[in-house]
């Protein structure tokens, strides 16, 4: 007999989701934090709350920067988390950077502040979206790893608050003093979406020799009481030495693009071989030599 409903039938068409495993969901977790953090910190902006808006960015750069090491380590990388990690830090370090900077005093120049918010905000997503492409271009040379193009997002957004700090540490926030961070802002902006290397540092970190293992961590220790005792202390003289530190990147990105360049040359060329007359090809049609693979490539 026929019923018009019958379960079992439809039960075995239904879709059967895979189970996920925890170690690929935390790292995505911690993302998560990391975006409600940077959503907070607009809120305190709006409320006038500044010295929490401004920690919750530095907590939510704390998380961008574990959240990928945790990855790795737990083998629990995917593209879900990658587009993820890069709509998170679009809004935390791009959007609530220029939002907390038009609050506090960027408009006070009107139209001028907002476009630099704005711009601001703009070049985070333009930086985030070259360096997803970025990643899957196959000619980049092997030293390039060890670079940014670009100053990185995170690093963008505690860079460019360096006005709010100079303001909390006493700087009177007179009018050439809103000016001169909106120019600031801007310089900031700019060299994010530049060709500029910037040492990122992803290769350090990974091992810990045993001897070092007590002082990393009272330096950890030492690093974190500050930044809670002094936070506009630490966070100015982290920025300083941070934009000092720029020209020494790109001084060493160019040695080793010199130094790769200097191997390729001193490669031989294989020499072609002469073909036989019995080979595949007669001898009157030439045998193009074989590429080079330590070619130099377009260094990005």
Same mark, same amino acid.
Request: positive net charge.
């Given at each position: 007999?026929?019923?018009?409903?019958?379960?079992?039938?439809?039960?075995?068409?239904?879709?059967?989701?895979?189970?996920?495993?925890? @170690?690929?969901?935390?790292?995505?977790?911690?993302?998560?934090?990391?975006?409600?953090?940077?959503?907070?910190?607009?809120?305190?902006?709006?409320?006038?709350?500044?010295?929490? #808006?401004?920690?919750?960015?530095?907590?939510? #750069?704390?998380?961008?920067?574990?959240?990928?090491?945790?990855?790795?380590?737990?083998?629990?990388?995917?593209?879900?988390?990658?587009?993820?990690?890069?709509?998170?830090?679009?809004?935390?370090?791009?959007?609530? !950077?220029?939002?907390?900077?038009?609050?506090?005093?960027?408009?006070?120049?009107?139209?001028?502040?907002?476009?630099? #918010?704005?711009?601001?905000?703009?070049? #985070?997503?333009? @930086?985030?979206?070259?360096?997803?492409?970025? =990643?899957?271009?196959?000619?980049?040379?092997?030293?390039?790893?060890?670079?940014?193009?670009?100053?990185?997002?995170?690093?963008?957004?505690?860079?460019?608050?360096?006005?709010?700090?100079?303001?909390?540490?006493?700087?009177?926030?007179?009018?050439?003093?809103?000016?001169?961070?909106?120019?600031?802002? &801007?310089? =900031?902006?700019?060299?994010?979406?530049?060709?500029? !290397?910037?040492?990122?540092?992803?290769?350090?970190?990974?091992?810990?020799?045993?001897?070092?293992?007590?002082?990393?961590?009272?330096?950890?220790?030492?690093?974190?009481?500050?930044?809670?005792?002094?936070?506009?202390?630490? &966070?100015?003289?982290?920025?300083?030495?941070?934009?000092?530190?720029?020209?020494?990147?790109?001084?060493?990105?160019?040695?080793?693009?010199?130094?790769?360049?200097?191997?390729?040359?001193?490669?031989?060329?294989?020499?072609?071989?002469?073909?036989?007359?019995?080979?595949?090809?007669?001898?009157?049609?030439?045998?193009?030599?074989?590429?080079?693979?330590?070619?130099?490539? @377009?260094?990005?």
């Amino acid at each position: 007999m026929f019923q018009p409903f019958d379960p079992d039938r439809y039960e075995a068409r239904r879709a059967r989701f895979r189970a996920i495993p925890v @170690r690929t969901l935390l790292p995505n977790l911690i993302t998560l934090l990391a975006l409600c953090a940077g959503l907070t910190g607009i809120r305190m902006a709006v409320e006038g709350k500044l010295e929490y #808006a401004l920690a919750a960015i530095v907590f939510a #750069a704390a998380l961008d920067g574990i959240d990928g090491r945790v990855a790795r380590m737990l083998k629990g990388t995917s593209r879900f988390g990658a587009e993820l990690d890069s709509l998170a830090d679009f809004v935390n370090f791009g959007v609530a !950077p220029g939002l907390i900077l038009y609050f506090w005093g960027l408009h006070e120049l009107k139209s001028a502040g907002w476009i630099a #918010a704005m711009v601001f905000a703009i070049c #985070a997503a333009l @930086r985030l979206a070259r360096f997803n492409v970025a =990643i899957e271009d196959p000619n980049r040379p092997a030293f390039a790893a060890n670079f940014f193009v670009g100053m990185p997002a995170p690093a963008g957004a505690i860079t460019v608050l360096l006005p709010i700090y100079l303001s909390f540490l006493g700087v009177p926030r007179v009018g050439w003093f809103v000016s001169v961070t909106l120019v600031y802002t &801007l310089a =900031i902006a700019f060299i994010m979406v530049s060709r500029l !290397p910037v040492f990122s540092g992803k290769k350090l970190g990974k091992r810990v020799p045993t001897e070092m293992v007590l002082p990393v961590f009272i330096l950890v220790v030492l690093f974190v009481a500050l930044l809670i005792s002094y936070p506009w202390e630490v &966070l100015t003289a982290g920025t300083l030495m941070y934009l000092a530190s720029l020209p020494f990147g790109v001084l060493s990105y160019r040695r080793l693009a010199r130094e790769a360049a200097g191997v390729s040359a001193d490669q031989p060329s294989s020499p072609v071989q002469p073909t036989a007359p019995h080979a595949e090809h007669p001898p009157s049609t030439p045998v193009a030599p074989a590429a080079d693979p330590e070619r130099p490539t @377009r260094l990005n």
